[in-house]
């Protein structure tokens, strides 16, 4: 059995593998996995929640049940927050107990019993959450951790008389650890709230047969595939479904990144979470709560965190060692120089001269917050930022992987084009060779209106092209629908409109058939090398003109391999099982660096192979369904508008999917992940380089306990305040 449950009290990333640890130990646990950027524990195994709860009590986080739900929000400002739990409480009673100590002690140099009582006082009010943390930690798993190193440096300034130094140690420790949760709580909120974008409830209008729920509103968990409800105008949709009846404006937004509203009529799917317009629609429900697209993004989104990037793995690898070792090292620096060298092991005069101030001073510079808090806090910010932006990237591995890729590889129907064919041309009989628009052109619009009649009565992709495009000008009312309809097989097709016969064929056939311009018979033939489909139209043994249709790319295409062209990506491949005419003709229009055409699944897997094998990693772009294993090959996958087909195969098979078709989403990707791993070097060059620094201070004589949590404490807060900027820079272009 599988289970999974809230945490809250998680202050970083060793947090959470403490935690890990603590419950992997308990008895019938077979699996389980604490994420700090969510907040969540998954635990397999059967283990009573009461069991659970007091082990992760015990080791002084809180364990939520699942039908409790998400905790909430963490309060707006920080000192609301530090009012929240007793631990901030009491690091905040330290803070005042401690403040007479710092300015007449530290920095005039007075003492006074009564000083010394109060930074006791703040020691323990402040330190007793870390003690029994630090005590709790190493009783239950063995483990040595940063509350333990806090508390020997901390325990050891008291035994050597330094006093107001021990309670400012504890203090600013303890309102380190709150400020970190309380960034952490922010971050993690920034996924929870996702959750929030469906509503709760529905308002039912027509339950589906057998139904036992009651027109009215109802929990939208109790929807089922059937269900007809209303939105009205401004609601949120609270499920995925088909309109059945109204007209509006939806902004889709949450689920797919798409800047502007899109119109829905009868027969439009709209998905949970997106905001009705200006209308009132009636629709049915297609999927079950659990199961929408919006659902699925979150799931995925929670479970991308399982598939840490490398640098983030070897932080956490590290960090399993580092505190010990410290421990280590720092003991043989407190007895080291006095042993061999003479040196003094307590100074009474002069406390910061001994060589066990320095040793414990070193436990402190030492702690690992910074290191272990820096990577993870960037990813899931940077992943939480795409998803809002309708880019579903499943773990920081493939950001990682993404930021060194040069060479992206496209396939061509469905990703760079529409992958469904549109009138381009239209060519009238009496303009010669030219080509005319049903907009400014009499002829152009009777031609189009004459073969939308005859191709009302076919769902052929060619007849619906022609089909859209004359509702597309209102001209597919203009003759009522053809009758006595009749297929020529490959060849065209023959009906009757006004007591007229229309023939509608390739130019194979008009060729055989109905005599027609040389001037059109030669704009025919090019049209047709060039990778365009002529369809020629005839009425009563009349040449009418031409209707041209092609596959036409998307409008968004160009736009985006110029911007990622910009970015540096050297090498943009056009996979297409097309013929080479039509693939050069829309590689020419895209801009593509190279184009491959005729190719089988497999062909292209054999493409990506060699690309790899030329200019390094390399991601494949498509639709996430026949392109499927070309994406399993390449180093990262991204299947485009899954949300938009419904194909949930989209979603769970890519490394990354982009829920819109709005191709201007891949360069915001690319900029993304390069951002998050600057990111990440910039905070562990600043981790490490900070660390270097106060050791050196230490070890010389010149870094003090207080001076160096400080430093420690300063440098988490920025790390994770530098990382926690991904959650809105970059941003994809509107």
């Given amino acids: 059995m599988e289970q999974t449950f809230h945490v809250t009290g998680l202050d970083c990333a060793r947090c ?15 699996a389980c996995q604490v994420q700090f950027a969510s907040g969540t524990l998954r635990v397999v195994g059967d283990v009573p929640f009461a069991q659970l709860q007091a082990r992760v009590r015990a080791l002084g986080y809180d364990l939520t049940a699942p039908t409790e739900g998400p905790p909430p929000a963490p309060p707006t400002g920080w000192l609301r927050f530090m009012g929240q739990y007793r631990d901030t409480r009491l690091a905040l009673l330290g803070l005042a107990l401690i403040l007479p100590g710092v300015i007449l002690d530290e920095l005039l140099g007075i003492e006074h019993p009564v000083i010394t009582a109060l930074a006791l006082g703040a020691w323990l009010a402040a330190g007793l959450p870390i003690v029994r943390s630090a005590w709790r930690a190493l009783r239950i798993n063995r483990e040595v951790t940063i509350n333990m190193l ?51 409830h529905a308002r039912l209008l027509r339950p589906h047969p057998g139904s036992p729920l009651a027109p009215g509103e109802v929990a939208v968990a109790a929807l089922r595939p059937g269900d007809v409800i209303l939105v009205r105008p401004g609601e949120r949709i609270p499920v995925d479904g088909r309109v059945l009846s109204g007209t509006s404006a ?3 937004a949450p689920i797919t990144g798409e800047s502007r509203p899109i119109d829905k009529a009868p027969g439009s799917e709209v998905f949970a979470g997106s905001i009705n317009g200006e209308g009132a629609l009636e629709i049915e429900v297609t999927r079950l709560a659990a199961d929408t697209v919006l659902s699925r993004l979150i799931r995925l989104v929670q479970e991308a965190q399982e598939r840490r990037a490398a640098a983030q793995r070897f932080i956490d690898r590290f960090a399993r060692v580092y505190t010990p070792a410290v421990v280590a090292l720092a003991g043989l620096v407190a007895v080291v120089p006095p042993l061999l060298f003479g040196q003094p092991f307590v100074d009474p005069v002069n406390p910061h001269a001994g060589w066990l101030y320095r040793g414990l001073a070193l436990l402190v510079v030492a702690c690992p917050c910074a290191l272990v808090i820096s990577t993870p806090v960037s990813i899931i910010s940077a992943l939480s930022n795409a998803a ?13 992987a993404l930021s060194r890729i040069r060479t992206v590889a496209f396939d061509k129907t469905g990703t760079l084009t529409y992958g469904r064919p549109a009138v381009v041309a239209l060519r009238p009989a009496n303009h010669g060779g030219a080509d005319g628009t049903a907009q400014h052109c009499t002829d152009c619009a009777e031609l189009l209106a004459l073969a939308s009649a005859v191709e009302q009565q076919s769902e052929h992709p060619l007849a619906r092209a022609v089909v859209d495009e004359a509702t597309r000008h209102g001209l597919h009312r203009r003759y009522p629908p053809a009758t006595a309809v009749t297929a020529l097989p490959g060849r065209g097709v023959i009906g009757r409109v006004a007591d007229r016969e229309v023939v509608i064929g390739s130019h194979a056939y008009f060729r055989e058939h109905v005599p027609h311009p040389e001037e059109h018979c030669a704009a025919a033939e090019r049209d047709t090398r060039a990778g365009y489909t002529p369809l020629m139209v005839a009425a009563e043994g009349q040449y009418l003109g031409t209707i041209t249709v092609a596959d036409t790319v998307r409008a968004t295409g160009q736009e985006a391999l110029q911007m990622l062209k910009a970015m540096g990506i050297s090498t943009l491949v056009m996979l297409s099982g097309d013929d080479a005419a039509v693939g050069a003709r829309v590689g020419q229009q895209l801009g593509v660096t190279e184009v491959r055409a005729e190719l089988l699944p497999t062909d292209k897997v054999a493409v990506i192979q060699s690309l790899r094998a030329r200019h390094g990693s390399v991601a494949m772009v498509g639709d996430g369904i026949n392109d499927a294993p070309a994406l399993a090959t390449a180093d990262v996958g991204i299947a485009i508008g899954a949300a938009l087909g419904g194909t949930a195969q989209a979603m769970e098979t890519a490394d990354i999917t982009l829920m819109s078709d709005d191709l201007r989403r891949l360069p915001f990707l690319f900029a993304l992940a390069r951002a998050t791993m600057r990111t990440i070097q910039v905070n562990v060059t600043l981790s ?17 306990m207080w ?6 404490m300063g440098t988490s807060l920025l790390v994770t305040l530098n990382g926690m900027r991904l959650l809105t820079t970059p941003r994809p272009p509107a």
């Fill in 16 to 30: 959470a593998q403490t935690l890990e640890q603590g419950v992997a130990s308990l008895p019938g646990v077979q």
């Fill in 150 to 200: 806090m508390t020997i440096a901390s325990a050891g300034a008291i035994v050597i008389g330094a006093f107001t130094e021990a309670g400012m140690v504890m203090v600013l420790f303890a309102i380190g650890e709150a400020l970190e949760r309380y960034t952490g709580e922010r971050a993690r909120h920034a996924i929870r709230s996702l959750a929030g974008l469906a509503p709760e």
């Fill in 250 to 252: 939806v902004n889709q």
């Fill in 388 to 400: 809002r932006h309708g880019v579903l990237i499943k773990g920081g591995a493939y950001l990682e």
């Fill in 688 to 704: 490490i380089g900070l660390k270097l620094l106060f050791v050196a201070l230490v070890l010389s004589g010149l870094g003090t």
């Fill in 707 to 712: 001076m160096a949590v400080a430093a420690d």
